[in-house]
Nanobody, 115 residues
Framework: QVQLVESGGGLVQAGGSLRLSCAAS????????MGWYRQAPGKQRELVAS???????SYAGAVKGRFTISRDNAKNTVYLQMNSLKPEDTAVYYC?????????WGQGTQVTVSS
């Protein structure tokens, strides 16, 4: 059974940084593409960043240059380093594994950026 557990969210002032973690069990983050999504109140869930099994990274335009996705295969964990945070980054952030048959989601972690 695949489980994804996010952590690292919180309240931060604009311009600050946070690092989100997504710890996986029941599957490997190194052989599956992984992604970070976010959903703000009243808005659709959107892809923020992803990393392929081969290590190719991609980012949404709104976060490019500020966010970095990475993974630690030994810890079976994916990270999202978020710098220069803005109030518009406020959302619940979700980790997703793109499985061969099914996709899996974590429960989400709240990020709130105050102005």
């Amino acid at each position: 059974q695949v489980q994804l557990v996010e952590s690292g969210g919180g309240l931060v002032q604009a311009g600050g940084s946070l690092r989100l973690s997504c710890a996986a069990s029941g599957s490997s983050v190194s052989i599956n593409a992984m992604g970070w999504y976010r959903q703000a109140p009243g808005k659709q869930r959107e892809l923020v960043a992803s990393i392929s099994s081969g290590g190719t990274r991609s980012y949404a335009g709104a976060v490019k240059g500020r966010f970095t996705i990475s993974r630690d295969n030994a810890k079976n964990t994916v990270y999202l380093q978020m710098n220069s945070l803005k109030p518009e980054d406020t959302a619940v952030y979700y980790c997703k594994q793109f499985g061969r048959v099914n996709d899996y989601w974590g429960q989400g972690t709240q990020v709130t950026v105050s102005s």
